[in-house]
């Protein structure tokens, strides 16, 4: 059970330059969201999804896309990279009820 | 603007002793988590505290919440150089969306 896939853990990245950030689950999780973090701060949400075909943004969501085609996947799509964007990125799911979220090990962008 | 802000921002305490970080929070919330993180690890469930309820306990943590004040405490007893980590609180509330504070970073000196 490998539970929270994120891939790569390391990337970097040219200003302008797309890239999509793949999150997959092997829970049969509902609930899939995107969080960044960066230092200093807590994780901020910028997209989640309840369900495979039903995606809705988060706090920041502004230079990213997502789409949920299957129950399993969850990419993110950064359009048009900006160094703003550099941040390490985590994929957490969940399933219905009072539960607590499985973070994927991150993936750690940089713009430059 | 985040939904909850910890307190403190860091914490230094001796192995042994206890650590209490705290949370405050702005909106109506369904339950409040606490999560664990490692320096650059994910984060790890640790707790979690529906809005109806004011008092839980696992291991030698416990959590209280107090909805009036929209506030919530964890204290982590007899603490060790292992609970070395930073603390995050997370908000549900109603929908979906999780929220999560800033975090309060733990140092336990063996």
Known sequence: NAGVTQTPKFQVLKTGQSMTLQCAQDMNHEYMSWYRQDPGMGLRLIHYSVGAGITDQGEVPNGYNVSRSTTEDFPLRLLSAAPSQTSVYFCASNTAGDRGYTFGSGTRLTVV | ?110
């Open chain 2, 1 to 110: 603007s985040q939904q909850g802000e910890e307190d403190p921002q860091a914490l230094s305490i001796q192995e042994g002793e206890n650590a209490t970080m705290n949370c405050s929070y702005k909106t109506s919330i369904n339950n409040l988590q606490w999560y664990r993180q490692n320096s650059g690890r994910g984060l790890v469930h640790l707790i979690l505290i529906r809005s109806n309820e004011r008092e839980k306990h696992s291991g030698r943590l416990r959590v209280t919440l107090d909805t009036s004040k929209k506030s919530s405490s964890l204290l982590i007893t007899a603490s060790r150089a292992a609970d070395t980590a930073s603390y995050f609180c997370a908000t549900k509330t109603g929908g979906f969306k999780t929220i999560f504070g800033a975090g309060t970073r733990l140092f336990v000196k063996a």
